[in-house]
């Protein structure tokens, strides 16, 4: 399988060198050249593997004999044995028609371990087969860094630098970023919000030649390696809960930021997946849901909100979608991009929105329904939600009274969130791995909202 460009102005490259280049050297996105599609037959045999045995189905079809099929399965064995539950990503049946899928039972307790687990294994099998220079830089809002800085703590030949917004994530989050004290992590507290982080960032990606200088590479959603990766918890979700109706369309609501979690539901629709809604569940900070019931993705007013990980404007993998919105013509999405760049929107005609709306349903979540999701699916079930997932459950609402199956992907432990927790009055017992997270010193440097402070930081550990 080969990558190309979302903007069309990069040649194809495999599988390993497009992980390597993160974004795309043309500032567009990498995606397979042709999305793989599965036969009736090849979903009927898939149903009955465990999670691990559909892992190494789904990476073979995107990496082919790049990595030899004992050394990926080897990969696949090392980055799933840390997970807590055999299940990896277990199925709950909350009521009715109605699902959770928990995604949280890896090292830091949300989604991101799922495919960040994976691709720290991945840089480190890249480090010795390839002898590449891994420095990795990325933006968080607090779960993708804690998750990443574990995917690769402790692997030689590997540097991290992760910028965060100073006292905008969750304690625990915070405490699992900057408690971490091995001199190849650097947690950069930026004075600013999550995507002024990703802003600095891209825009060092995006400058080709300090990207080479320094070999900068992505554990963020920009890297196809984590969408990928993602793509595997959709295809075990369906096979658990259609045991007994198989074929049957599932919806799923997807508690959505960078829409990358999303855009791997996406994909797995497109690859054959009886997938019928895949139902956006944003916060206040509602592009997303705007673009989906009006055709115009355009910034509104920045709010920090009980589900903070999702206080996010500008959604890295949205381009990824336009690319296949417009029939994968690349100049258009360059074009549109340029817009986006130019007058800070962009508008799609009614014929494209109602192919959105085919695709996709969408709730932006206010504050006060994330609280009441999470106060009455705990009276009514005992089930504790954590409020990213609450949001998911809140959109997925209006599906779970029919009798289509819906399951709400459940992208974080509520130990993460005990901020929003409290204010519904509930007390909830720390795993121990977090609490004892408290008694631990701090390591992180805060910096302004300033490129050439973020530059002077990482150039100091990447030259070290
Ligand atoms: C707990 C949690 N839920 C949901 C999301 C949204 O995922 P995505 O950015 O892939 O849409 C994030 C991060 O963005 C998150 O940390
Ligand atoms: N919610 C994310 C934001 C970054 O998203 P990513 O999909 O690009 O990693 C986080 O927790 O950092």
Not at 126 to 147: E, F, M
């Amino acid at each position: 399988m080969n990558y190309i460009s979302t903007r069309g102005n990069v040649g194809e490259v495999g599988f390993i060198d497009a992980v390597l280049m993160g974004l795309a050297d043309d500032g567009g996105l990498l995606i397979p050249k042709q999305i793989p599609r599965l036969s009736e037959a090849e979903l009927t045999s898939w149903s009955k593997l465990d999670y691990k045995g559909l892992a190494l189905e789904i990476f073979s079809r995107y990496i082919n004999e790049e990595i030899p099929q004992d050394e990926l399965k080897e990969l696949i064995e090392a980055s799933y044995s840390t997970f807590r539950d055999s299940d990896i990503t277990p199925v709950r049946k909350l009521n009715d028609n109605s699902y959770v899928l928990e995604l949280f039972h890896g090292p830091t307790f949300a989604f991101k371990d799922v495919a960040l687990q994976f691709l720290g294994n991945l840089y480190s099998y890249i480090a010795r087969k390839r002898n590449s220079i891994i420095n990795i830089l990325g933006a968080t809002s607090g779960d993708t860094g804690a998750s990443a800085i574990e995917g690769v703590r402790g692997k030689e030949g590997i540097r991290i630098s992760i910028l965060h917004p100073h006292q905008r994530v969750s304690k625990v989050q915070e405490l699992q970023m900057t408690t971490v004290d091995d001199a190849n992590v650097l947690n950069l507290a930026v004075k600013g919000n999550f995507d002024d982080c990703q802003t600095l960032i891209k825009e060092l990606f995006a400058d080709v030649e300090f990207k080479n200088k320094y070999h900068l590479r992505a554990i963020n959603s920009i890297n196809f390696a984590r969408i990928l990766a993602q793509t595997v918890y959709y295809f075990f979700a369906y096979f658990q809960v259609t045991a007994d109706a198989p074929g049957e369309k599932v919806n799923f609501s997807v508690p959505t930021g960078n829409f990358g979690d999303i855009f791997a539901g996406y994909l797995a629709k497109q690859m054959g997946l009886p997938v019928n809604k895949l139902i956006l569940a944003t916060n206040e900070n509602n592009i997303l849901e705007r673009f989906i019931k009006e055709g115009v993705y355009q910034p509104g007013e920045f709010h920090i909100t009980h589900s903070p990980s999702m206080d996010i404007q500008i959604a890295s993998n949205f381009e990824r979608y336009l690319f296949y919105l417009y029939n994968e013509d690349a100049s258009q999405v360059a074009d549109l991009m340029r817009q986006f760049k130019t007058e800070g929107k962009i508008v799609i005609d009614s014929e494209k929105l109602k192919q959105v709306q085919a695709d996709f349903a969408a709730h932006g979540v206010k504050n006060d329904e994330c609280l009441d999701a999470i106060r009455t699916t705990y009276e009514s079930t005992g089930y504790l939600l954590d409020p990213h997932t609450a949001c998911g459950i809140a959109a997925s609402s209006p599906y779970t009274g029919s009798d289509e199956l819906t399951v709400t992907l459940a992208t974080a432990h509520p130990a993460k969130f005990d901020e929003s927790i409290q204010l519904v009055n509930i007390k909830q017992e720390f795993p121990v791995q977090i609490s004892q997270l408290f008694d631990k010193p701090q390591y992180q440097t805060v910096v302004e909202h300033s490129k050439a402070d973020v530059v002077e930081h990482i150039v100091k550990l990447y030259q070290a």
